[in-house]
């Protein structure tokens, strides 16, 4: 059975969803006191963490931030916030995946499932080896990406989008297969969710020193160009 910490201050809405993912199987666990939730994260051991942003003491992009630095467990915030940059936020900060409230039960159950398949079930990386692009590695075993001495750590879900991206060096993919590659389905994805985790991998290539190594087509999807004149390649 696995082990689901529910972050959220709204007591109605936490019941809804506490009674819901329990009829799924998952155990489901509340923190006793919201002043207190770091130390509460490392004696439960989550599975899994559903995060709210908007909570007392301390917002959900502190508490993100500060569970990725601990723990790698899977985290999916869940906000009324809309905007793509809380996302990107969110994202940066270490997310996994980002809910729009108000959202369904059978779309958060389904993303749930989606993440804890790909994160211990059939979908997990179980590979120890590195992908190279030139002088790009993506290192599946830390879950990072390097390049000319430095390195990156990533979320699963930019590590998945940027290894398929990287195995297809010089060819488009659509959004539709990258979609699948991460999420597995396409219908309970947000139209920005691809373009929040695109952006970020972008950012993250820029700040290697990689800038403009993706680029994207309208109707057609996003491609990785290494120069393959690249001295380092």
Same mark, same amino acid.
Request: with cysteine; charged share 30%; glycine share 4%.
């Given at each position: ?89 969110? @994202?940066?900060? $270490? ?5 729009? #409230?108000?959202?369904?039960? &059978?779309?958060?159950?389904? /993303? %749930? ?17 590195? @992908?190279?692009? $030139? ?5 599946? #075993?830390?879950?990072?990406? &390097?390049?000319?001495?430095? /390195? %990156? ?81």
């Amino acid at each position: 059975m696995y082990k689901v910490m529910l972050i959220e201050d709204d007591h109605e809405l936490c019941g809804l969803i506490k009674e819901n993912l329990e009829r799924y199987g998952y155990e489901v666990i509340l923190p006793e006191h919201f002043s207190n939730i770091e130390e509460e994260f490392l004696k439960v051991h989550p599975d899994l963490v559903l995060l709210d942003i908007n909570l007392p003491y301390y917002d959900g992009y502190y508490l993100c931030r500060s569970f990725r630095k601990k723990s790698t467990v899977p985290i999916l915030m869940i906000s009324a916030r809309s905007q793509e940059m809380d996302q990107i936020m969110a @994202i940066e900060l $270490g997310a996994d995946d980002f809910i729009t #409230k108000p959202f369904t039960f &059978e779309i958060l159950q389904s /993303k %749930v499932k989606a993440t804890l398949r790909r994160v211990y079930g059939e979908y997990a990386v179980k590979d120890d080896k590195k @992908i190279c692009v $030139g002088s790009l590695c993506l290192d599946e #075993k830390t879950m990072s990406l &390097e390049y000319m001495g430095k /390195k %990156v750590e990533l979320s699963k879900n930019v590590f998945k989008l940027l290894k398929k991206l990287m195995e297809k060096n010089h060819s488009y993919v659509s959004r539709e297969e990258l979609i699948e590659e991460v999420w597995d389905s396409i219908t309970f994805v947000d139209d920005n969710t691809l373009t929040v985790n695109m952006t970020r991998i972008k950012q993250i290539l820029s700040e290697l020193g990689l800038k403009d190594l993706i680029k994207s087509k309208r109707g057609v999807g996003y491609i990785l160009q290494y120069p393959s004149g690249d001295r380092h390649a």
